[in-house]
């Protein structure tokens, strides 16, 4: 059974910097694409940035400059380090797999003040 767990989230002021962290488990890692998605209140989730299993990525432009992902397949760990933040970034964020069926872990709060 596939397992996502989420950390790092926090508060922090804007202009402020956080890594995010999802260990995997359950599948073979190195194998599929992960991604990291969010979800503000009142809002759809949306996909913030992808990795393939080669380490091609992808960005929304929303944080195209400000966030990188990342993979270390050793860990089968995947982090989103996100810098220059801002007050519209704060969400609940969630990593995502493309293995097969829809496993998401509990997601992790962010939160930017102004």
């Known amino acids: 059974q596939v397992q996502l767990v989420e950390s790092g989230g926090g508060l922090v002021q804007a202009g402020g910097s956080l890594r995010l962290s999802c260990a995997a488990s359950?599948?073979?890692?190195?194998?599929?694409?992960m991604g990291w998605y969010r979800q503000a209140p009142g809002k759809q989730r949306e996909l913030v940035a992808a990795?393939?299993?080669?380490?091609?990525?992808n960005y929304a432009d929303s944080v195209k400059g400000r966030f990188t992902i990342s993979r270390d397949n050793a860990k089968n760990t995947v982090y989103l380090q996100m810098n220059s933040l801002k007050p519209e970034d704060s969400a609940v964020y969630y990593c995502?797999?493309?293995?097969?069926?829809?496993?998401w872990g509990q997601g992790t709060q962010v939160t930017v003040s102004s």
């Open positions: 359950g599948m073979i890692f190195s194998f599929y694409a």
């Open positions: 990795i393939s299993r080669r380490g091609s990525t």
């Open positions: 995502n797999t493309d293995y097969p069926g829809d496993t």
